[in-house]
């Protein structure tokens, strides 16, 4: 399908999680540069709203998955007498899509072709997005646009940081020292299969505060898994880092990472906000592929060990496996060691010094 002119209303479904919203954010705002007269209207999950539900120009409706049922109800009476021009179904869950059916009306109802639409999404479209195969998930996304006309791609993102968010970052950031931001869990689970060792963290801190003279913060949510987590790498350190896990909102992580000079972190939401503000990302994959979930503009920074750990943890080579096979033995991220991670850091830290171009176009 293809829009000759551009729709008056349109409607985006991408409820969750912070890394994907960050990958739907520049899809988001191609589109506002190709059809600067359409009003936006962005369903999206009360976390994430937090991230981005301040960007001008966007109305966005919460839908609070913790109601359950409740939550589709005030959706519905959100919506009541509305019609878009155009949904964009742009998550693959079924709780999305009975949102769609419940509340969104439109006629056409664009979402993911048959072969990746996973939770049954093909059945509440009527259009679907071209396939296209082992393609990043932020590039899936731009299918969105594409399918729509618009092939020119806007490449930013441009998350409002308040001024508050902006004094937190200074006080703890100071311009005289660089930082690094380690973001060491996935999600509030301790030992989750994306999880690196506490005490592999602990020595890459050591290292950058020592021997780089960097200055460390230590970031995550408030779980008890997560204050466990960092209570642990600060056990195993010889120095003591700055430890933020469970203290910041995610505008002040934001700002943190905006002036940070580098952030390390397994596949999470973090690793994508850090590429929002222009941060290069040294990204630990072995449990998922980079190829799919980099840091889109920090790939060449990743330590990447997921071909190897799909050989060692389930037999299967990379070619034969369904893009996007995760490895969920917490093994896995054994694979990846200090050293690999130290090397990109301090050959991250010696291009910083010479001025050099620390983010690139993904391709």
Known sequence: ???????????????????????????????????????????IGRLEAGLVGDIPGIEFIIFDKAKGLRAYRELRRTLRGRRFDLLLHMQMSLRASLAS???????????????RAHDYQ?????????????QHVMDSLFGFAEACGVTARVLRWDIPIPAEAAAFAREHIPDTVPALI???CANARFRNF?????????AVADYAIQTLGMRVLLTGGPSAGERE????????????????????SLKQLLALLQ?????????????????????????????TNPERAAPYLSRRWCVNRHAEALQKFSGRDPDTVRWGTRVRDPSAMDLIQVEDVITQLTGLMQAHARCETLVDPFT
């Open 1 to 43: 399908m293809s829009h000759t002119m551009s729709p008056a209303r349109v409607c985006i479904l991408r409820l969750s999680a912070v890394g994907d919203v960050c990958h739907t954010l520049p899809v988001v705002r191609t589109l506002q540069a190709a059809w600067p007269g359409t009003r936006l209207t962005w369903i």
């Open 182 to 184: 380690i973001s060491p």
């Open 101 to 115: 059916v419940f509340a969104v009306r439109a006629p056409v109802k664009l979402g993911f072709d048959r072969v």
């Open 122 to 134: 093909w059945l509440f479209t009527n259009r679907r997005i071209p396939y296209q195969p082992h």
């Open 194 to 202: 994306r999880n690196w060792r506490t005490e592999r963290y602990a």
């Open 229 to 248: 987590y960092a209570a642990r790498i600060e056990a195993g350190m010889h120095h003591k880092p700055d430890n933020r896990i469970g203290k910041t």
């Open 259 to 287: 002036r940070a000079a580098v952030l390390i972190s397994p596949d999470s939401g973090p690793a994508h906000m850090a590429t929002a503000v222009g941060t290069p990302v040294i990204g630990l994959y072995a449990s």
